[in-house]
DNA sequence: CGGTACGTTGAGTCATATCAACCATAGTGG
DNA sequence: CCACTATGGTTGATATGACTCAACGTACCG
């Protein structure tokens, strides 16, 4: 029997990661692995901009890759981040329009690019997909838009004390309870949308208060409750 | 010959009015057309509320709906507003999630409610209609994502300008150029957030600098590139 | 005619940004 | 091996945008 070392591969990770993919015929998936391309990102790396034009969208395998707006003064709005089994770049795929965002790699990445044609085909054919794509664009809707209410009613104190429970449930904490993603303060900033220097001193705040302990840029939250509570939802 | 006037009614309204219904074949038409129930609502009322469970999902006919939020301290953010021809409240059907905003009529509306399973089953057997529905929710996405981005980094007089000219574009004016959609300041206040005061004085600012003239609720846009320049895109 | 909701204005306060100086660390090249 | 530079982190002082509070004006409505 001839072995497919190719769509075994794409059957032992992108499949068993995202719901998406659950719904997809065999022919599909093959299809999916015999176009799909898988490249290696290093930290730093940017794999798509603002701006441009995609041929397809990406599914992160492994590495964490930051997704990010740039206002007009160059200052960077963090939107989200993308993790192993996360898929990005596919709403400038679907609304056929240029990149909205810049994506740049955080943690050493290992990425599959897939074709528009293979996208727009699986949403028009499978509707099983498409109603899990829908699922997810709906569940980032409603994320944005409630952060974009925290945004306006919260104060930076509340912000940062959410965003780090937040890091914490999306990326979970080292044995030693650190949290597993690493950001400079720059980028915090750029997450909660505020000064390098007013997340410097929030952060100390908290440390003083007994609810997290910082290293450098390694942060273990001690007081969960405590955080929650200045983030008052 | 006979007749079919729900049939006739439908085609001749959501049909035209937007690309989401312009793939649908007859009968999923007529399947619409006869599992929707027409609905009227005055000023003021609410069609759904933020944390009840959805039914289904709405399409207006006629009217300016309000979408908004609630903050724990009861202030609301508008997110966006729906009139003739969008649909809403399909982002709580397909995440089969309770509602995240609440729907308040502010204008005297005619809405369309149908029900969720008719719109499932477009989702998954119709890929065209799939795929108009994934680029609408995307262009929400991008929206609310963009919004964001300008909400931290732009400052309230900047983002008046802006939901100013967002106004214009996407409600028009009367012949006398009076800006036809007519919010509350305290309205005006919940879209760019922030408090009724700093929208009262930066409104009589921009009069006082010949962009715009106000009587009362009455808003006429007079000065278009300069509105722009200090929304500075 | 009084009530209720909305609009306006001014004064004071506060949260956060900005600016500036300085420290820590890690390459890098002479 | 040591300045040298770059990058990120920290702290304090100051500036300011925007909120809050409070008083008052205005207009419609029963």
């Given at each position: 029997?001839?072995?497919?070392?190719i769509?075994h591969?794409?059957d032992s990770?992108v499949?068993?990661?995202?719901?998406?993919?659950r719904?997809?015929?065999?022919?599909?998936?093959?299809?999916?692995?015999?176009?799909?391309e898988?490249e290696?990102?290093?930290?730093?790396?940017?794999?798509?901009?603002?701006?441009?034009?995609?041929?397809?969208?990406?599914?992160?395998?492994s590495?964490?890759?930051?997704?990010?707006?740039?206002?007009?003064d160059?200052?960077e709005?963090?939107?989200?981040?993308?993790k192993s089994?996360?898929?990005i770049?596919?709403?400038?795929?679907?609304s056929n329009?240029?990149a909205?965002?810049?994506t740049?790699?955080l943690e050493?990445?290992?990425v599959?690019?897939?074709?528009?044609?293979?996208l727009?085909?699986?949403v028009?054919?499978?509707g099983d997909?498409?109603?899990e794509?829908?699922?997810?664009?709906?569940?980032?809707?409603g994320?944005?838009?409630?952060?974009?209410?925290?945004?306006?009613?919260?104060?930076?104190?509340?912000?940062l004390?959410?965003?780090l429970?937040?890091?914490?449930a999306?990326?979970?904490?080292d044995?030693?309870?650190?949290?597993?993603?690493s950001?400079?303060?720059?980028?915090?900033?750029?997450?909660v949308?505020?000064?390098?220097e007013s997340i410097i001193?929030?952060?100390?705040?908290f440390k003083?208060?007994?609810?997290?302990?910082?290293?450098?840029?390694?942060?273990?939250?001690?007081?969960?409750?405590g955080?929650?509570?200045?983030?008052?939802?």
């Amino acid at each position: 029997m001839v072995q497919f070392p190719i769509l075994h591969d794409c059957d032992s990770c992108v499949t068993k990661k995202h719901p998406l993919f659950r719904y997809l015929t065999a022919e599909e998936l093959e299809d999916v692995s015999l176009n799909r391309e898988t490249e290696t990102y290093k930290r730093g790396s940017i794999i798509y901009q603002e701006g441009h034009r995609m041929k397809g969208f990406y599914c992160v395998q492994s590495g964490i890759i930051k997704i990010y707006k740039s206002g007009f003064d160059g200052k960077e709005q963090i939107i989200r981040f993308a993790k192993s089994g996360d898929i990005i770049g596919y709403r400038s795929v679907v609304s056929n329009e240029p990149a909205c965002t810049t994506t740049e790699v955080l943690e050493d990445s290992k990425v599959c690019h897939i074709p528009t044609h293979i996208l727009l085909n699986l949403v028009r054919n499978n509707g099983d997909f498409a109603v899990e794509l829908m699922k997810l664009t709906c569940k980032e809707l409603g994320e944005a838009n409630s952060y974009l209410t925290d945004v306006v009613q919260k104060t930076v104190k509340e912000r940062l004390a959410e965003i780090l429970l937040h890091l914490q449930a999306e990326f979970g904490e080292d044995p030693d309870r650190v949290l597993k993603i690493s950001l400079t303060r720059e980028e915090l900033s750029n997450i909660v949308g505020t000064a390098t220097e007013s997340i410097i001193r929030f952060l100390s705040e908290f440390k003083n208060e007994g609810l997290i302990e910082l290293k450098g840029r390694k942060i273990k939250i001690l007081d969960r409750p405590g955080l929650k509570q200045i983030a008052n939802n």
